[in-house]
């Protein structure tokens, strides 16, 4: 292709950014009219406990309103700067060759597209819920709970569809809270299992959320209505979530290690929140359970957040002046530390090298993070902390197993598998799973090649992954990027629909 012909589909790029622009002015004028429509719907309601719902509802629109508001202001003033260079490169269009920066401004351009693209799709699922709130009212069964701070006792008499999630590790909070914020203040509880419950209460204080723990249930002899939970967590007979609740919700937390995840216990489950449609063909073949493709939640704020870049690399310690590597391995037998450690050490010569293990690796594996602290990244993370912003702020991600490697493909992230013997007879993973799957199309490294280095320097490496990166998002995740956790949410808040009428 030309260069006459490149400049011309990106100024075509750029006008489509505008007609999309104005579709959103658009929008915004229906949502005014059905801001009206609710406000007139709230003044005309009977019962106080009605209009107090709706009011709460209302209010949560709103500023989620506000928040594609300013998602789109951001993002007309990045257009501007794109506008600014397009504008630049076509006054010296003669004399450039065919080179990188066409490449890079087309990307910027098509990621431009996704965030708008984004933020229209949130902004119509807004629009949509008010326009539903007008007419249905306060009619879920969330909506209809007792407030958290009530007497357990009290909340079994009272709420017989109360709706509670089981929490066995503070790590889950970074996977349930993007969903729970959109949920009513104090319409559901969290069941601990295994945490301290004044940590448990600290880390939940600001979702207003009641607190329980699972030994208090269990001796009081009554169950929730609804429970999601990752897992069942505990056997036995009835099964843990069994004993808690009569309805259980599985939410899926990671898309790899399939001889895990998609093993026999999923049968406990009434409904399935996954990723997309490699898993939920997968669960309804092998379960009877409901599946509802959720995307995923904990990436909600990676599609949607403005981010700060000084302030994200003074947090991991990082030269702004450096391109960024983030070493993501699991942790037990499918590991890659011990293997790649001096390898990826060494690359600290010319990148910023940041290093978050696996939450559970420090406890259970000491050696091995002991043996690994003897060398030298520029930040190393053992703790259970939310490892989004690592996403955000890596220019290249390193993954051998697990959840990780497919998260990175939902980002799509530039990324390098790493290898690990025996990975293909592990019983965590199975020959069908996900993070084997991908290594079919994206290839990995073995430890002793020094094949790491030369990977990251191939820019014509990273311009061959980018649409394979792609065609396995599509597989792997539905396209709700940076509304998952609205997905989820109004599943959960229409489970009397969705489970009790259920034929």
Same mark, same amino acid.
């Given at each position: ?11 075509? &790029? ?12 658009? %929008? ?14 709230? @003044? ?35 257009? &501007? ?81 109360? %709706? ?99 093993? @026999?216990?999923?049968?406990? #489950? ?25 995307? #995923? /939640? ?68 000491? &050696? ?52 690990? /013997? ?82």
């Amino acid at each position: 292709m030309g260069l006459r012909e490149r400049f011309r589909r990106l100024w075509g &790029e750029l006008t489509g950014l505008n007609a999309v622009s104005a579709r959103f002015d658009l %929008l915004q004028k229906q949502l005014d009219q059905d801001l009206g429509q609710v406000r007139a719907e709230i @003044a005309t309601r009977a019962s106080s406990d009605e209009v107090r719902v709706l009011a709460a509802q209302f209010e949560a629109q709103g500023e989620r309103l506000n928040a594609v508001g300013a998602s789109v202001e951001a993002l007309g003033q990045a257009l &501007e700067r794109v506008d600014g260079r397009v504008g630049a490169l076509g006054e010296s269009l003669a004399a450039l060759p065919l080179r990188s920066d066409l490449e890079v401004l087309s990307a910027g351009l098509v990621h431009a597209h996704q965030q708008l693209d984004a933020v229209l799709t949130t902004a119509q699922l807004s629009a949509r819920s008010l326009r539903g709130l007008a007419v249905v009212g306060p009619s879920s069964a969330v909506a209809r709970l007792p407030l958290a701070g009530e007497p357990t006792a009290g909340r079994q008499a009272a709420g017989g569809h109360r %709706l509670a999630f089981l929490l066995q590790s503070l790590e889950l909070i970074n996977h349930f809270a993007p969903v729970w914020d959109q949920l009513p203040g104090g319409s559901f509880d969290v069941v601990l299992h295994g945490v301290p419950e004044a940590l448990g209460r600290e880390a939940l204080k600001r979702w207003q959320c009641g607190v329980s723990r699972s030994e208090d249930v269990l001796r009081e002899g009554w169950r929730y209505h609804y429970l999601v939970s990752n897992h069942p967590v505990e056997g036995g007979e009835p099964p843990l979530i069994r004993r808690l609740a009569r309805h259980n919700i599985r939410f899926m937390y990671a898309a790899g290690k399939s001889g895990w995840n998609l093993s @026999a216990w999923n049968s406990l #489950y009434d409904l399935i929140l996954c990723f997309g449609p490699h898993h939920a063909a997968a669960f309804t073949a092998s379960t009877d359970a409901l599946v509802l493709q959720m995307g #995923y /939640p904990r990436f909600d704020r990676f599609f949607n957040e403005q981010i700060a870049a000084a302030e994200l690399y003074a947090r991991f310690d990082c030269d702004l002046s450096r391109e960024t590597v983030v070493w993501l391995p699991t942790w037990k037998s499918l590991s890659s530390v011990g293997l790649f450690d001096t390898e990826i050490s060494a690359l600290t010569e010319h990148y910023n090298v940041v290093v978050k293990l696996h939450p559970l690796m420090s406890e259970s594996e000491p &050696e091995r993070v002991s043996a690994l602290r003897k060398h030298r990244f520029t930040h190393l993370i053992c703790d259970s902390s939310d490892n989004l912003g690592l996403y955000q702020l890596a220019d290249y991600m390193l993954f051998d197993y697990g959840g990780p490697p497919l998260a990175g493909i939902y980002a799509d992230k530039r990324l390098i598998l790493l290898d690990v /013997p025996g990975a293909e007879s592990d019983p965590l993973t199975g020959p069908e799973s996900p993070d084997l799957h991908i290594r079919q199309y994206l290839g990995e490294v073995r430890s002793g090649e020094g094949a790491i280095a030369g990977l990251l320097a191939d820019s014509a490496h990273w311009v061959a992954q980018a649409p394979v990166r792609k065609m396995l998002r599509k597989t792997y995740f539905a396209p709700h990027f940076g509304f998952s956790a609205n997905v989820a949410a109004d599943a959960l808040l229409r489970l009397e629909l969705i489970l009790d009428n259920r034929d």
